[in-house]
Each structure stands twice: as structure tokens, then as C-alpha cells.
């Protein structure tokens, strides 16, 4: 009996000098999860500054008397024409008018002769059932310049037309529409021929213009 309590006693000392370990190991922390930085936001180019300012419309030009017309081709023509010259020539006839017929082959050469500033102009006065007779007329004669027909006109009554009181007459315009000069009246005489004639009236005129 005192041998098996002896025994007894030896285990409970063995079973004291273990240690026990009750504690678990701590569980390893995990790293922190880094969360992904958000992505850097373009932002939109910023709009290139205009480097040319818009340019102002030119001022309209001004005139001294405004008209709309025809051309016995149908063609427009309007007092812009004048901005196109110095001086430009403006020669008033009809198809019924004997001086006007006679001079319509000295004005297809003075046309010829015209220097690069000087503009020429025709406008017939003819009623409607005559405008082909005087188309036919400066066919036949060489014209090829521009003839307005008045019955198709707008303004030119009003600031022109209805002062001319024979036919032909001839009157000649700045850039600006306003008269240079005085008018003539009929078919101009001097020199070799009558488009001689107009040449020496036109150049007067340019001179005028000049201050000469």
C-alpha cells in the first residue's frame, strides 16, 4: 500500500514540472491590404486662345447716287461699277437717234482705246418693242461694251436720266459716282476722228481729277 502511494506521489511531481502551453500562438497579422491610389484624372487641354482677332468688315463704300440695271445680255450692273475706275465714261443714246447710230463705230474704238482707269458705260433709252433694234445696232458696229437698258433700271431716272433732255449725251463719274466736268452734248468734234475726241475729253477730265 505505502508502495503504490509512493508511486502515486512521483507522477503528480512528473506532471508538475510540465509546462503547459495553453496559449496559441498568435495568428500572424496580415499585412495591410494598400488600397489601389486612385488613377490620376486628365484634365480636359485647355482650349487654345484665339491668336487672330476677327477682322472687321470693310465699311461699305459710299456713293453719290445709287442705281440698279440690266444689260442687254441680262447682266447687273449697279453703281459699284464706278468703284472700279477712276473715271468712268457714261454715253446715253437710242436706236431711233441719227447722231447716236453715226458715232456707235467711234465709240467701239475709242472702247479699244481706253486707258486701264477708265470705264465705259452705254445706256440706251429705246422703249421695249425698240431694245433689239438697238442690240442688232451695236452688234453690227463692233460694241462690245457694256449697254444698260434703262427700262430695266431702278435709281437712274431719279439721279440721271431725268435730266438728259438730247441725245446723245455724255457725262463722266468719279469712283464715288458724283459728275466730272461739264456734259456733252451731241457728238464731241477735235482732232482726227471723234474718238480722238473723246480721248482729249476723257483726258481733261483725269486731269481735272489730278489737280493738274
Do not use: H
Request: charged residues 20%; contains cysteine; aromatic residues 8%.
Amino acid at each position: 500500500m505505502k508502495k503504490t502511494i509512493a508511486i502515486l506521489l512521483l507522477l503528480l511531481l512528473l506532471a508538475g514540472c510540465q509546462k503547459v502551453n495553453t496559449d496559441a500562438a498568435p495568428a500572424p497579422t496580415p499585412a495591410p491590404t494598400a488600397e489601389p491610389e486612385p488613377a490620376p484624372t486628365e484634365e480636359p487641354p485647355a482650349e487654345a486662345a484665339e491668336t487672330e482677332a476677327p477682322q472687321a468688315e470693310a465699311a461699305p463704300a459710299q456713293y453719290a447716287f445709287t442705281f440698279s440695271a440690266k444689260t442687254l445680255e441680262g447682266q447687273k450692273v449697279t453703281q459699284e461699277f464706278f468703284g472700279q475706275y477712276d473715271l468712268t465714261m457714261v454715253n446715253v443714246w437710242a436706236s431711233w437717234c441719227g447722231p447716236c447710230k453715226s458715232e456707235l463705230p467711234e465709240l467701239a474704238e475709242l472702247y479699244g482705246k481706253l486707258p486701264e482707269n477708265v470705264g465705259f458705260l452705254s445706256i440706251t433709252v429705246d422703249d421695249p418693242q425698240d431694245v433689239k433694234e438697238a442690240k442688232a445696232l451695236l452688234e453690227e458696229n463692233g460694241c462690245t461694251f457694256p449697254c444698260l437698258d434703262s427700262q430695266t433700271s431702278t435709281g437712274l431716272f431719279k439721279n440721271f436720266l431725268g435730266k438728259v433732255n438730247a441725245i446723245p449725251t455724255t457725262v463722266f463719274f468719279d469712283r464715288s459716282g458724283n459728275e466730272v466736268g461739264g456734259w456733252i452734248l451731241g457728238v464731241p468734234q477735235g482732232g482726227d476722228s471723234v474718238s480722238d475726241a473723246y480721248l482729249q475729253q476723257i483726258q481733261n477730265r483725269l486731269d481735272q481729277l489730278n489737280g493738274k
